[in-house]
């Protein structure tokens, strides 16, 4: 049995996975489509996102004027605007887009820009950075490609097809293709390689039959089915109309266009923007789009997740900070990250206890730096109990900026004003009073009333600037019409992390059972049931075919003898990462675990936390058993 001080508590491992590159992005000064006024027109241009409509007015004001062709004449694009795409290789298709023209899409690949610029989802990619994942699933609004302006260094037309020509060999595009694909060339036009895209974690995926349809391209049969339609097929990706993608109202782009500003200047230092909505209001979606369009301009930004059930980048139940220094170019499923910092709660909604997740949110929040901007997702529970414990958060956090985003005729969520995050009362804490807020004094914490029991709160800022965005798009704010029901989403969230033990140098998906899992002893860790209470006689049932969070707990665990340790309050810790206990050996007194978490990052796990955060019923009914099944 291995000795627990030794953390060679996880014996036979698997191969640990190899650390995700990180590569060099071409986005400072200098690089081409990076500069300050260039910038300044992308972020207005770039219409972006998901579901929200659109205004051209608001998009176009006050944008820098494309550069034309030699001699200051403007040149009339061609009149032709359906899309320039043909084959390449087997599983490559090359696309050229004229300024401002977009494919709209369903599907996943690879993108390359071979020449020009063009934006996806808010980021901006140009020809001196490496290749991106494109993931577009049906679940989630359709990803855009649209040509940018991009700086042409005072090239006459000649040599800028010169400059394309030659990018088109060096890429070994076919001689038919690239006569074809040149016709279409105009000044500011982009072209893109878009590659076939297969990988371990999506192959997972779409082997549950439940998931197998999320990427899938409908082959249409009717004679509208064009070439290029059939090019863009063949590599797995299929065109929608612009609607299907990112749409933004006036309000939105205005919010996001202030936000860009004052992360940039810094004048104040570094911004605080706190996020909140209803549910299925698109503030997951608002966030993505925010964080790609300041890493146009910023190498990073950090991300507190204070939504327990739709995390961006951690299975659900999780609050985490993290540092994103890349961009988000499909759903949570598709960029699941190890955090800065993570504490595993257990549970996909607080409402059974507001106080464990205020000081979970807190333990995480102190380790924010403010060296960086940061963008504070929260939950979209902001009715009754859900709306006080919300104005407890932002006076907790302390933000500087507030996106309010709510429909219209939504009555349940009052703006938040500075005026009424000072006077209202939250579920942890009263309002100021009233007498004493006339004479206007919001230094001190002695006009804040506590309840008993109040979990030390910092000196609540009352001078945040509040943004309020309406969207527009179908269904905004209702639940009941959202594409994908939220405990799907979870689902699917958890497969992209069990992804993850897939092995990197296999094409065929292995079932989970086939893994060889960690052995962990029973007084090597210790262990606690967060959502329910569990007589210590049946905790070994509970554990057994369960989701666990693998923590890190600061006293050591000891035990006398070789039965589990049991804790009887549940720690708010560091978590390090998830797995599944595929067996209790109780005759050797070994859990068996399966987990993605690298070995160096297990050796420092002395503790695992059982929630109520399910393994998805897919992971067990798809398994192939061999042999004779159990009676």
Not at 352 to 378: A, G
Not at 570 to 575: A, G, K
Request: hydrophobic letters at 35%; a neutral charge.
């Amino acid at each position: 049995m291995p000795r627990p001080s030794a953390l060679r508590r996880f014996l036979p491992a698997r191969r640990a996975l190899p650390p995700r590159k990180r590569l060099s992005r071409g986005r400072r000064q200098g690089v081409p489509g990076s500069g300050p006024a260039v910038a300044a027109h992308q972020r207005r241009e770039q219409p972006g996102q998901d579901c929200w409509r659109e205004y051209a007015t608001s998009v176009s004001s006050g944008l820098l004027q494309a550069p034309g062709p030699e001699g200051g004449e403007e040149e009339a694009a061609p009149a032709a605007h359906s899309l320039a795409a043909v084959e390449a290789a087997e599983g490559a298709v090359v696309l050229l887009l004229l300024h401002a023209q977009k494919l709209t899409f369903t599907g996943k690949c690879r993108l390359s820009c071979l020449y020009g610029a063009v934006q996806v989802f808010g980021f901006t990619i140009t020809q001196e950075q490496p290749p991106y994942d494109l993931l577009s699933p049906q679940t989630h609004c359709a990803l855009t490609i649209e040509a940018v302006t991009y700086e042409t260094l005072e090239q006459s037309k000649k040599e800028m097809r010169l400059s394309a020509r030659a990018m088109l060999r060096a890429h070994r595009v076919p001689q038919d293709a690239r006569i074809k694909l040149m016709k279409n060339f105009a000044p500011l036009c982009s072209v893109v390689l878009l590659e076939s895209l297969d990988t371990s974690f999506t192959r997972f995926i779409l082997s549950h039959p439940d998931f197998s349809h999320i990427f899938k391209v409908k082959r249409q049969k009717d004679p509208c089915f064009t070439p290029e339609d059939a090019a863009l097929a063949s590599i797995g990706i299929g065109k929608r109309d612009s609607e299907s993608g990112l749409l933004l109202s006036e309000s939105s782009v205005s919010a996001v266009e202030e936000l860009i500003r004052v992360c940039c200047e810094e004048d104040d230092g570094c911004p605080v923007i706190l996020v909140c909505g209803p549910k299925s209001i698109g503030k997951s979606t608002f966030n993505r789009y925010l964080i790609n369009l300041l890493l146009n301009h910023l190498p990073c930004v950090e991300y507190l997740e204070c939504d327990l059930g739709q995390t961006e980048f951690t299975p659900p139940g999780c609050v985490s900070l993290i540092n994103v220094s890349e961009p988000c170019l499909g759903p949570p499923f598709t960029h699941q990250r190890m955090p800065r910092k993570m504490v595993y709660y257990g549970e996909a909604s607080c409402d059974q206890d507001t106080e464990r997740y205020i000081d979970t949110v807190k333990y995480v929040f102190n380790s924010y730096k403010k060296e960086v901007p940061l963008i504070i997702n929260t939950m979209g529970w902001v009715k009754g109990v859900g709306l006080l414990l919300l104005i407890d958060i932002i006076r907790l956090l302390s933000p500087s900026h507030i996106v309010q985003i709510s429909v219209e005729d939504f009555k349940d969520m009052p703006h938040f004003t500075p005026e009424y995050i000072n006077l209202a009362a939250g579920l942890h804490t009263k309002g100021k009073l009233q007498g004493k807020c006339k004479s206007k004094d919001v230094s001190g914490t002695e006009d804040w009333q506590l309840y008993e029991g109040e979990r030390d709160f910092q000196t609540p800022t009352t001078g945040h600037k509040l943004l309020c965005v309406q969207p527009e798009f179908p269904g905004a704010g209702n639940a009941g019409e959202a594409r994908v029901h939220s405990s799907i989403l979870r689902d699917v969230t958890l497969l992209g992390y069990l992804g993850q033990l897939q092995p990197l140098e296999t094409s065929s998906v292995l079932p989970l059972h086939s893994l060889i899992p960690y052995q962990v002893s029973f007084n090597a860790v210790a262990l606690s049931v967060i959502h329910t209470d569990v007589a210590p006689t049946h905790i070994m049932y509970s554990v057994n075919a369960s989701w666990v969070g693998l923590c890190k707990i600061l006293d050591e665990v000891r035990c006398q003898t070789d039965g589990p340790v049991l804790l009887t309050q549940t720690p708010v810790c560091d978590c390090l990462g998830f797995g599944i206990i595929r067996g209790v050996d109780m005759e050797r007194k070994l859990y068996h675990i399966l987990t993605p978490v690298p070995p160096e990052n297990l050796r420092l796990v002395n503790c695992l936390l059982l929630g109520n955060i399910t393994i998805p019923d897919c992971i067990f009914t798809n398994q192939e058993l061999k042999g004779r099944s159990p009676m």
